[in-house]
């Protein structure tokens, strides 16, 4: 049969990777080509998405073009590979394809919070999911958490067991809807549905969950509610017992809760907003966002971020929460209620036992859950993934990346929920490398290709249960990515077990275990995130990290290149007395710097009402169960014990930040003079910066605020000095700064200011966590380093 191909059409295949599967980016092919008058045809695959089109050739260059121009909102195109190709004689239509298979080169978008579009028919009494708890389009809704396995189709999520009505069916098979294609589409007829049940799965009753939820939280009642990526414990905010009944059955005694708000309206009486941070509040990732205290916040909001001066505020992203907000105003038909402040509160926390994982499932959270929640909220749409909720800070010293509001750079304390799994791009591609993070704020990362992903936070590795859940994260990060790893990166802490699970996986796989230490990783971390290549000079600043002379390191200066580093320099070393346990007892570290300034008979006088305080002195004269730590964590602890800010601490870093919330609320301080020096103490050996002349003035300081303020100013001016000094010697003049103690605003945005006024440029994890939580990141880089370079001798 003889074909005749009209010569003025020409035909491309692109190939389009990135984040562009669950974005609603096939019915955005669709329409965009139609209207162009294009043919051809587009489908999901492992690789992406693959198109073939044809038409003129300016349009179908113009289409090209369009694609990243004109892209979804919540779509990422990392690149667009085109192929010429012959153009397909009789074609009249353009046309999505059921996927294709393949190697999966491509990932899954985030879950986002819910439309505006989707907001004003949850609110519209005449359109047919009005008060529709799962309400969802192409532009909102589940997606990573949902997902079995790529590509994103329905039949590989947990929707595949609720099977579409006509209706749901027509609007998903009709590209001028907004739910063309929107894999998770349900209404109330065919969708996921709400239930309320008393502790041990005994069913609540009610006529109406959303109002019977409501009217339990009022009374003072704890619910647990499934949200997207897993429980949360909800509760009345200004209800004052409430907070401390969930504070008690939590084990929580003083660590800040979260709270969510109905808008920003509701936000501003509670809390300082800048643009940036109202910004971030409204963005589509709904993270938790730190924001400075607005003045009676404390009166009006007993208990829930107690002694501090900043609180953690999300928005409504689910439609489920926006419904409780709906029933408090009164059902309101329309949306301008979002626009006024509601008087409603809640303390949003996630939802877990003492020491263990988030909750994920029903019956899982029938046991767990039964002693703290006094009615749960769920449904029956299984969560595939545990996901928790991202918190992060504006620091308007840092730089404003890529699609961040303007005005302040974005830094991470915990990224999981609106930004899993996106990946961050790496420099250059290398082999996979799947890292398994540390012990604490445990997190995974797989290396692959030209990108690094970074798993959800898991959280600290102290129980069974949050063991499992490293491990179920790490199977799920290698599924969903289809990737072998050719090795796995771990801690160099042989007993943590992160490092037993990567030794078993590697086993299991037969490839290389790679041991990254610890402070290497944090500045790793930092090297990835900005594409550093060559040496600089780090500085990892955290509460502990085996080092390689197996001594407990926190304060270090180091060079690292790549798979090798050298220490230049640490902290002048401190006692641990009781070794951990000082780490969860400020006054004891005050004793250890004390002791150690020939004041003992001062800090047994002083902590006399601590009952071991002759144990941990005699223990410290006799050099017993007292190993030395070059922490700056430590060095935190021991101000806050000497200041009387903190001599127990209920939670990990405590101690720092009411240290950090007093030096806030003094102001501005000079450094003291005489407050640190600097030894070499071998011609060849570290730079040490000894900070015992710091705390020998703050013991003879009467008010804990001033001290903290210069404890904070001399501390930024010995490490700006001790680096300054190292990047002299060395010749490096990029610096990275890396570890936990980066949390600290007085510290990071002072050290960072000097020592780019220095001339020196700094660099800051901002798209990880600077923390334990970015460790995976750095342990793969590292790791990919050794297997293209070869280990380091």
């Known amino acids: 049969m003889l074909i005749v191909v009209d010569p003025t059409r020409v035909a491309r295949r692109l190939r389009v990777r990135g984040v562009v599967q669950g974005v609603g980016f096939r019915p955005f092919v669709y329409r965009y080509a139609r209207s162009l008058g294009l043919v051809g045809w587009v489908r999901n695959d ?84 009005w008060r529709y708890p799962f309400i969802n389009c192409t532009h909102c809704g589940p997606r990573y958490t949902i997902t079995r396995s790529l590509p994103y189709d329905r039949a590989r999520t947990s929707m595949a067991g609720f099977e579409q009505c006509p209706a749901c069916a027509t609007e998903y098979a009709h590209p001028g809807d907004r739910r063309f294609h929107a894999e998770p589409n349900a209404c109330p007829v065919c969708g996921p549905r709400l239930s309320l049940f008393e502790p041990h799965g005994v069913p609540a009753l009610a006529r109406d969950a959303i109002a019977e939820t409501l009217r339990r939280i009022r009374l003072g009642e704890i619910v647990a509610i499934k949200s997207l990526g897993g429980f949360h414990l909800a509760c009345d905010a200004a209800n004052a017992a409430a907070v401390a009944r969930l504070r008690a ?56 971020a107690p002694g501090l001066d900043e609180v953690g505020i999300m928005l409504p992203y689910t439609p489920l929460h926006y419904l409780l907000f709906h029933e408090a105003a009164g059902r309101p038909a329309g949306t301008a209620w979002l626009a006024e402040a509601q008087p409603l509160a809640l303390v949003m926390t996630s939802a877990n036992p003492h020491g263990e994982p988030l909750v994920q499932g029903n019956d899982e959270a029938f046991e767990r859950l039964a ?41 991470f304390l915990r990224r999981a929920r609106g930004f899993t799994p996106l990946a961050m791009p790496l420099q250059e591609a290398g082999p996979p490398v799947l890292a398994f993070g540390a012990h604490l704020k445990a997190t995974l990362c797989m290396a692959r290709g030209r990108e690094a992903f970074l798993s959800q936070h898991i959280g600290n590795l102290n129980s069974p249960a949050a063991c499992a859940a490293l491990d179920e994260a790490a199977e799920h990060l290698q599924t969903i990515l289809s990737v072998r790893p050719a090795a796995v990166a771990h801690d160099a802490h042989p007993d943590y077990y992160s490092t037993r699970a990567a030794l078993e996986m590697a086993a299991r796989l037969g490839v290389p275990a790679v041991a990254v230490q610890h ?18 000079l780090g500085f990892a600043a955290d509460g502990v990290g085996l080092g390689t002379d197996g001594m407990p390191w926190g304060g270090e200066l180091l060079q690292v290149d790549g798979a090798e580093f050298q220490r230049l320099g640490h902290l002048a070393p401190l006692p641990l007395p009781g070794g951990d346990r000082a780490a969860r007892e400020p006054w004891r570290m005050a004793c250890a710097v004390l002791h150690a300034l020939g004041g ?15 144990q941990v002195l005699d223990m410290l004269t006799r050099g017993t169960r007292c190993p030395p730590t070059t922490s700056l964590g430590r060095c935190f602890d ?23 919330t007093a030096a ?34 703050l013991a003879e300081e009467t008010t804990p605020e001033r001290g903290a303020a210069h404890f904070h100013a001399s501390l930024v001016d010995g490490l700006e000095h001790w680096i300054g000094e190292a990047a002299e010697a060395s010749g490096l003049r990029r610096v990275a700064l890396a570890g936990g103690c980066l949390h600290n605003r007085v510290l990071a945005a002072g050290l960072r200011s000097k020592l780019m006024a220095r001339g020196l440029a700094v660099f800051e994890a901002q798209h990880v966590p600077p923390g334990d939580g970015g460790i995976a990141l750095g342990q793969a880089w590292v790791a990919r380093a050794q297997l293209m370079t070869g280990p380091a001798t």
């Not at 402070?519 to 594409?531: F, G, N, P, Q």
């Not at 014990?641 to 240290?659: N, P």
């Not at 000079?670 to 040490?688: A, F, N």
């Open 600 to 614: 003992a008979d001062e800090a047994a006088r002083r902590f006399a009402h601590q009952p071991h305080v002759a």
């Open 519 to 536: 402070h290497h990783a944090h500045i790793a971390a930092v090297c990835a995130e900005h594409s550093l290549d060559g040496p600089v």
């Open 249 to 304: 059955s939590k084990q929580r005694p003083d660590r800040p809760l979260a709270l969510m708000l109905a808008n920003l309206a509701s936000v501003a009486p509670l809390a300082r907003l800048g643009g940036a941070a109202a910004a971030t509040l409204e963005s589509a990732e709904r993270s938790i966002v730190l924001l400075d205290k607005q003045a009676g916040f404390d009166a009006r909001l007993p208990g829930i």
């Open 46 to 129: 492992g690789g992406g998405v693959e198109i073939e089109v044809q038409g003129s050739e300016p349009l179908v260059e113009a289409f090209t073009r369009g694609l990243v121009a004109e892209a979804p909102p919540l779509a990422r195109i990392d690149t667009v590979e085109p192929e010429v190709i012959p153009p397909e004689d009789g074609r009249r239509d353009f046309a999505i394809l059921p996927s294709a298979g393949g190697t999966v080169a491509t990932a899954i978008g985030p879950d986002v919070g819910v439309c505006p579009a989707c907001l004003a028919e949850l609110f519209d009494p005449a359109d047919r999911r």
């Open 664 to 697: 806030r609320a003094y102001g501005k301080a000079l450094p003291l003079p005489g407050g640190y020096h600097i030894d070499r103490r071998s011609p060849d050996g570290p730079l040490v910066l000894n900070l015992y002349p710091l705390f020998n003035q």
């Open 371 to 411: 002693e703290i929640a006094d009615v749960l909220l769920m449904h029956d749409r299984d969560i595939v993934v545990r996901c928790d909720d991202s918190v992060l800070r504006l620091r308007s010293d840092l730089p404003v990346g890529p699609g961040e509001a303007a005005g302040a750079g974005v830094q």
């Open 638 to 660: 021991a101000a806050a014990g000497l200041l009387g800010l903190c001599e127990t601490m209920t939670f990990e870093g405590q101690a720092a930040m009411l240290l950090e």
